[in-house]
């Protein structure tokens, strides 16, 4: 009995607010906010050190930084 996989789908578009999720610290400094940006180019796949392939966007922050990050580190823009 085989089963097929849905291939993937990107979870944002291009044009999407997202922000950055949290890290999980342990720490006792003060809780900070996370960044928020926008999307700037459709999303591409990149294989991690182990080959599966990941989602990566490139965000612009509203601090005018951009930076490439994996869909595993945002979150949609909380309103």
Known sequence: MTTKKT?????YKLGDRVMEAPKNSFSM???HKSRTGVITEDPFNKPDARGATRFHYKVKWDNGRSE???QARLRREET
Do not use: H, R, V
């Open 7 to 11: 291939p993937p789908t990107p979870k």
């Open 68 to 70: 490439i990050y994996n």
């Open 29 to 31: 400094q003060a809780e």
